[in-house]
């Protein structure tokens, strides 16, 4: 399985940026995908989720900010963030999960990709 996450760079705040992760290897129509972050010398938090189904779950703190998104004939999962601000610096991991159920912790999920940086300048 690979996950191959794109899209970051640097922004300014209230800024847009579009994630993208594109997966091969699983039964990607079925998994369940999430997108994670880690900013440095913090621990990686969840940021939204997308089951197989198309339940969506995200953190409060990108609720209203950011979208995510799955398209299965591409078998790609997108996270939109709009509104960005500098505490949204991280590197951005994608993930995936051969369940498709959506779930908000990292230890749920079997596959993750290589991260792309997001930095917000102030």
């Known amino acids: 399985v690979q996950l191959q996450a794109s899209g970051g760079g640097l922004v300014q705040t209230g800024d847009s940026l579009r994630l993208s992760c594109a997966a091969s290897g699983l039964t990607f129509g079925s998994a369940g995908m999430g997108w994670f972050r880690q900013a440095p010398g913090k621990e990686r938090e969840f940021v939204a989720t997308?089951?197989?189904?198309?339940?969506?779950v995200y953190a409060d703190s990108v609720k209203g900010r950011f979208t995510i998104s799955r398209d299965n004939a591409k078998n790609t999962v997108y996270l939109q963030m709009n509104s960005l601000r500098p505490e949204d610096t991280a590197v951005y991991y994608c993930?995936?999960?051969?369940?498709?159920?959506?779930?908000?912790?990292?230890?749920?999920?079997?596959?993750w990709g290589q991260g792309t940086q997001v930095t917000v300048s102030s």
């Open positions: 997308v089951s197989g189904g198309g339940v969506t």
């Open positions: 993930a995936a999960r051969n369940r498709g159920s959506a779930t908000t912790s990292g230890i749920s999920y079997d596959y």
